[in-house]
């Protein structure tokens, strides 16, 4: 909880969630040992919730708050040893070489807002109260902390707010690959493109085709597919037997 929000939690006799949003996923990506071209991915979610606090009669008080939520997946990602160099541009200075070692994929996470599912109010300071998982504020990334208008708190609360948040999220493993693709050079007209004469139009109307076909509708057995038979025509149609 935030500093304010913790003091309002403290006097809570329960809350409700109101709303919970993603705010950053953290990934780490390493090999995974003896087993080629797989990596472990380890994640962890932050989310901005907000909790409305019923301290009394009266309106409640709208209290925000940080939750996280750590995974790890194994992912096929395969391998290979080529090292990229790449360079940016920047102006009025040298261009910078940004190196990698080699092409590792790298992790994507695609993650839609979460669903609050349930909340709870539990006293931390009764025995029976599982609050083993502590969280360390020195691992949360400053980025995170600034979504906060005031300072995180963790430790001496009195009270604790726990939230049961559904998520989805897809997680793959993207690399840059080389494609082979056929290319062609360009294509020269063999026709050429004749225009409408000013003064003889007549010129261009005799070089077009007599529409022939637009005289003549087709027949039903040309509406048919290739190998398909209607039983309702004769196979001897000369008109349709190429």
Same mark, same amino acid.
């Given at each position: 909880?935030?500093?304010?929000?913790?003091?309002?939690?403290?006097?809570?006799?329960?809350?409700?969630?109101?709303?919970?949003?993603?705010?950053?996923?953290?990934?780490?990506?390493?090999?995974?040992?003896?087993?080629?071209?797989?990596?472990s991915?380890?994640?962890?979610?932050?989310?901005?919730?907000?909790?409305?606090?019923?301290t009394?009669?009266?309106?409640?008080?709208?209290?925000?708050?940080?939750?996280?939520?750590?995974?790890?997946?194994?992912?096929?990602?395969?391998?290979?040893?080529?090292?990229?160099?790449?360079?940016?541009?920047?102006?009025?200075?040298?261009?910078?070489?940004?190196?990698?070692?080699?092409?590792?994929?790298?992790?994507?996470?695609?993650?839609?807002?979460?669903?609050?599912?349930?909340?709870?109010?539990a006293?931390?300071?009764?025995?029976?109260?599982?609050?083993?998982?502590?969280?360390?504020?020195?691992?949360?990334?400053?980025?995170?902390?600034?979504?906060?208008?005031?300072?995180?708190v963790?430790?001496?609360?009195?009270?604790?707010?726990?939230? +049961?948040?559904?998520?989805?999220?897809?997680?793959?493993?993207?690399?840059?690959?080389?494609?082979?693709?056929?290319?062609?050079?360009?294509?020269?007209p063999?026709?050429?493109?004749?225009?409408?004469?000013?003064?003889n139009?007549?010129?261009?109307?005799?070089?077009?085709?007599?529409?022939m076909?637009?005289?003549?509708?087709?027949?039903?057995?040309?509406?048919l597919?290739?190998?398909?038979?209607?039983?309702?025509?004769?196979? +001897?149609?000369?008109?349709?037997?190429?």
């Amino acid at each position: 909880m935030t500093q304010s929000g913790q003091e309002v939690v403290d006097r809570a006799i329960s809350v409700k969630a109101s709303n919970a949003e993603i705010i950053w996923v953290y990934t780490d990506i390493e090999e995974v040992p003896f087993n080629r071209g797989f990596y472990s991915i380890d994640l962890r979610y932050f989310f901005k919730v907000t909790l409305n606090v019923f301290t009394g009669v009266g309106r409640p008080t709208a209290v925000e708050g940080l939750a996280t939520f750590s995974k790890k997946v194994i992912l096929f990602g395969s391998e290979g040893n080529a090292k990229i160099f790449s360079s940016k541009y920047k102006q009025d200075a040298f261009d910078t070489q940004q190196w990698k070692k080699t092409n590792m994929p790298y992790a994507v996470v695609e993650v839609v807002e979460p669903i609050v599912l349930g909340e709870k109010l539990a006293d931390v300071r009764q025995k029976n109260c599982c609050c083993d998982d502590e969280l360390d504020l020195s691992s949360v990334p400053e980025s995170v902390c600034r979504v906060f208008d005031d300072a995180l708190v963790i430790g001496g609360e009195a009270k604790r707010a726990f939230v +049961s948040l559904g998520i989805f999220s897809i997680i793959k493993l993207e690399r840059r690959v080389q494609l082979l693709i056929p290319s062609y050079d360009y294509c020269v007209p063999q026709k050429e493109c004749v225009g409408a004469a000013e003064d003889n139009p007549c010129d261009l109307f005799d070089r077009i085709e007599f529409p022939m076909e637009e005289f003549y509708p087709p027949a039903k057995c040309e509406f048919l597919e290739p190998g398909q038979v209607d039983p309702s025509v004769d196979n +001897s149609c000369n008109r349709c037997r190429k």
